[in-house]
Structure formats: C-alpha cells, structure tokens
C-alpha cells in the first residue's frame, strides 16, 4: 500500500476509475431521461438545463444514452478480463506445472488460437449469435484474450514447480490439483491482478472497436463504441454527439494504465525501489553528504 500510495499517477488512475464506476452506476438516478426517452421538441439541441450534454438527431439525451454506454462498456469489459484471467491462469499453471503431455497439448491449442485472426472471426460470428445478446460477445471477447497471459503464467509455473516449497508439498503426497490451487497461482498472483486491471481497458476497447463497425452490442441497446460510431459523421457540427463518449473513453483508458503500472510496481517484489523510497534514500544520502 505504501508503493501504491507514493505512485501519483496509480493513486490519479484508481481515483478517476473509481469515480467513472460511480457514474456509472449513479447515472440513472442523476437524470430524469432514460437512455431510449425522445423528446421531439429538442433534436440536435445543444448542452442547456434540461438536456445537460445535448440531444441527438432524434432527440435522445447525449447525457443518458453515454452513462448508459458507459455502464454497458465497462459490465462487458470487466466480464471479458475476469473469464479471460480465469482461464489463463488455469490453463498456463497446469500445463507449466504438469509439463509433458499435458503441456505439449495445451501449449499447441494455445499456440493455434494465436494464429487466427480475431477480430475476423468475432465479426463473422457474433452476426450469428445475434439472439443472445450482448453476453455473446463477452464470450467472444474472453475465447480470444487469455492466450498470452496463459503463456506466461506457464513459463512462471515451470520456474515455481523447482522451489523447495512445492517440492515439500509432492513428497507429502498433497494432490497436484490442490499444489496447482494453493501453492503455484497464489505466487503468480501479483501478475494476473495486474493483467487483469489491463484487460478491462483491452476488453472495453475491444467492444468500443466491434461496435463502432456494427460487430457489438445492438440496438436499441448502445455503448461507447455505438455512440461514438454514431457521433462521428457530426463531430464537427454537432461536437456533444461525439466528444462526450470519446472523452469518457479516452479518460477510462488512460486511468487503466496508471493504475496497472502503479499495481506492477507495488505487487512486483523485485521492485522495492518504489519513486517513494528513491526519494528518501536521495534525501538522506544528500544530508550526509
């Protein structure tokens, strides 16, 4: 917490991440307008009282419909890193702790899905999964975004099964499941909390992306990505249609990388250098000089 707590920009980035979730979750009670509500008597309206960040073409509140995209972007996001970190770590510890066999297997199914093209395949797909919502893409999103961390949380896991510990618990016959579950992904944990803070950001920019070529979420449903694919043509002439849901984007992405850089420096043992303790050890090396 002391690491955490000296890195500004971890403390800027949780902070603004902690405010955007409120907002999220806040928005419907902060207006009278639901995201889907026209008002016929106000389209393409600038900011005012009553329309706090404007109105679109067809007299939908801006300030509604991008809480709403904003809550509906961050619940897929959040879904897709927490599915995609779970079955990264479960399948990188087992095929680096079990090795052989069961890690020739696993490590060529993984290596196979690094070679398709993702984004292809997700907008070939998900037309046809259309029926099931936006979960379907959660789906998606998560099949397609564990391979590298599965990589590398087995390369740790081969490293951790040679350590005196693991060795103590085979020679007295504790069951490999178990070593895998208490012993091999507590000591890589530092690493999935931290890939799975970036995997949010990676999960809403995937769904930003799908949505604005029509791959995501549907109508009359919306997100960042469809508001924003909506506001682009009138960025210039109507700048509240578009500028409100990409800021928020731009704001989400920018906070998720500080805090995933400040959790990496304070979870990271090898980093006990924090910018914190640099600065006191600087100041008392220039007292006693």
């Avoid at 920009?9 to 902060?30: D, E, K, Q, R, S």
């Avoid at 959040?78 to 090795?99: I, K, N, R």
Wanted: with cysteine; aromatic share 12%.
């Amino acid at each position: 917490m002391r690491r955490f707590a000296g890195n500004a920009n971890a403390v800027v980035g949780a902070t603004v991440l902690l405010l955007l979730f409120l907002l999220a979750a806040a928005g419907p009670y902060l207006t009278p307008w639901n995201h889907t509500d026209i008002d016929y008597t106000a389209l393409r309206e600038a900011p005012s009282a009553d329309h706090w960040w404007g109105t679109t073409r067809i007299g939908q509140d801006v300030f509604a419909q991008v809480l709403h995209g904003l809550r509906k972007s961050l619940l897929i996001g959040l879904l897709v890193a927490l599915f995609a970190t779970v079955l990264a770590s479960v399948v990188g510890a087992c095929a680096g702790y079990f090795g052989g066999w069961t890690d020739r297997v696993l490590t060529f199914f993984i290596d196979l899905l690094l070679v398709f093209p993702t984004f292809l395949i997700i907008a070939i797909v998900s037309p046809r999964l259309r029926d099931t919502g936006w979960l379907a893409l959660v789906g998606l999103l998560a099949v397609f975004g564990w391979m590298i961390t599965a990589r590398v949380v087995r390369s740790m896991a081969r490293s951790l099964k040679e350590r005196d510990f693991v060795r103590a618990a085979e020679l007295m016959g504790v069951h490999p499941l178990r070593i895998v579950f208490r012993h091999i992904l507590p000591n890589v944990s530092s690493f999935l909390i931290v890939d799975a803070t970036i995997a949010v950001g990676a999960g809403v920019m995937s769904e930003t992306s799908l949505s604005y070529f029509g791959f995501g979420v549907r109508p009359p449903d919306v997100s960042l990505g469809t508001l924003i694919a909506d506001g682009s043509d009138a960025a210039l002439t109507y700048p509240w249609m578009f500028f409100f849901a990409a800021g928020l984007l731009v704001l989400f992405v920018l906070a998720v990388n500080f805090l995933g850089d400040g959790l990496r420096d304070a979870l990271d043992p090898t980093s006990g250098r924090a910018p914190g303790r640099k600065r006191r050890r600087a100041r008392r090396k220039g007292k006693r000089a």
